[in-house]
């Protein structure tokens, strides 16, 4: 059974930073891209960053270029998101996904509307507080 787990979310106040994980079971975790999506309330889907876990290759949207960086540990098949200086705009709930695509995954991530990743987890909630 494929499982994404994400957990790290939180209460911050803004400007402070968090690491959210992606927890991985269930597929050959080095086959596959790690995405990260998040939704803030009444607001729709919004792409965030992903990482192909077997080159590396990492994409970040706009909104959080420069304050983010995404990484793996391979040993735990863990994806994590960092996010630094983080603001009131960034609250939503955070969620990981999987393909074995990565154009595919880019393209989720760019139009997250349509978004169609292989697989989805349950999603953490962060809440930056002004």
């Known amino acids: 059974e494929v499982q994404l787990q994400a957990s790290g979310g939180g209460l911050v106040q803004n400007g402070e930073s968090l690491r959210l994980s992606c927890q991985t079971s269930?597929?050959?975790?080095?086959?596959?891209?790690i995405g990260w999506f998040r939704q803030a309330p009444g607001k729709e889907r919004e792409g965030v960053s992903c990482?192909?876990?077997?080159?590396?290759?990492?994409y970040y949207e706009d909104s959080v270029k420069g304050r983010v960086t995404i990484f793996s540990d391979s040993a735990k098949n863990t994806i994590y998101l960092q996010i630094n200086d983080l603001k009131p705009e960034d609250t939503a709930v955070y969620y990981c996904?999987?393909?074995?695509?990565?154009?595919?995954?880019?393209?989720?991530?760019?139009?997250?509307?349509?978004?169609?990743?292989?697989?989805w987890g349950q999603g953490t909630l962060v809440t930056v507080s002004s």
């Open positions: 990482i192909s876990v077997s080159d590396g290759r990492t």
């Open positions: 269930g597929f050959r975790f080095g086959d596959y891209v």
């Open positions: 996904t999987a393909d074995s695509r990565w154009h595919h995954m880019v393209h989720s991530i760019i139009y997250p509307s349509t978004a169609t990743p292989d697989y």
